[in-house]
């Protein structure tokens, strides 16, 4: 939706995994082609996006290789970068190039689809010295005409980076859904927008996440040692009854979310 906006509208075919999706997304793409046909989607594409769970992305090589031709370029959608760039630059060589849209919500399925879900947001792309500079072309030029601004970086540091500020909040979201109902059923009932807002993110697929966590716990295991570490900080403070403490934790948390000077601890 977002390729065929603008003055330079893009050819797009679609790919369904399954037959009860072609008629929906066909709707949301009219005039173009929707199928659960591999071969006839990928045919004649000067790029083609995976935008499947990640392990399906990391399988999706070994087929694709034997349906592209060298100059189509390939890329992806996935939030966890180093297994799937490992797995399809061995399948499809230089011509992957990694790519990880920050945009997107709990929301999932054709009908959370809309045009301008990339707009001013910010895709990560992570090519390696494998990447062919044709195909890193190509997919710098599509990502910007949906809509995003672009930044590259490794897949490493990728992983390392976004296992702290994606795949973290989504952990924290549902760990706090936990310990929030736990104060008894009509907890939820008594929510306010402070609770919808730190937990929204916990409403996603939990197939989709479980993927992802699984997919980095070199990344995601210890960002979670640091949120207990806090946590036990800020739980000793209170225990304490020490105020000037609790005080420094929430301002030093308010400067870093703002990019503030932080204050003293």
């Known amino acids: 939706m977002a390729l065929r906006r603008g003055r330079s509208p893009r050819d797009v075919v679609l790919w369904a995994r399954r037959e009860s999706a072609v008629e929906p997304a066909s709707?949301?793409?009219?005039?173009?082609?929707?199928?659960?046909?591999?071969?006839?989607?990928?045919?004649?594409?000067?790029?083609?996006?995976?935008?499947?769970?990640?392990?399906?992305?990391?399988?999706?090589?070994?087929?694709?290789?034997?349906?592209?031709?060298?100059?189509?370029?390939?890329t992806d959608a996935g939030s966890v970068k180093g297994r799937i760039v490992s797995a399809l630059e061995q399948t499809l060589g230089g011509r992957f190039i990694g790519a990880h849209p920050m945009a997107g919500?709990?929301?999932s399925g054709i009908s959370a689809a809309?045009?301008?879900?990339?707009?001013?947001?910010?895709?990560?792309?992570?090519?390696?010295?494998?990447?062919?500079?044709?195909?890193?072309?190509?997919?710098?030029?599509?990502?910007?005409?949906?809509?995003?601004a672009l930044r590259e970086m490794s897949a490493i540091a990728h992983d390392r980076s976004i296992a702290r500020l994606s795949h973290l909040p989504h952990a924290a979201a549902?760990?706090?859904?936990?310990?929030?109902?736990?104060?008894?059923e009509e907890s939820p009932a008594l929510a306010g927008n402070g609770y919808r807002d730190s937990t929204r993110v916990a409403g996603g697929s939990e197939g989709l996440w479980a993927e992802i966590l699984l997919d980095n716990p070199a990344e995601i295991v210890p960002a979670i040692t640091d949120l207990q570490s806090a946590l036990e900080e800020l739980k000793s403070a209170l225990v304490r009854g020490d105020r000037r403490a609790v005080e420094g934790f929430l301002a030093r948390a308010r400067a870093l979310r703002s990019n503030e000077k932080i204050p003293p601890a």
């Open 105 to 107: 919500s709990e929301q």
């Open 27 to 74: 709707r949301l793409l009219p005039g173009c082609l929707v199928t659960c046909d591999l071969s006839a989607a990928v045919a004649g594409a000067g790029v083609v996006v995976l935008c499947t769970p990640p392990r399906a992305i990391e399988e999706s090589g070994e087929i694709l290789s034997k349906l592209l031709p060298p100059s189509t370029a390939v």
């Open 114 to 148: 809309r045009p301008d879900l990339f707009d001013g947001t910010l895709c990560l792309l992570t090519p390696s010295p494998a990447s062919c500079p044709e195909a890193l072309e190509k997919v710098r030029r599509l990502w910007k005409d949906a809509g995003c």
């Open 174 to 184: 549902a760990a706090l859904v936990h310990a929030a109902t736990r104060g008894g």
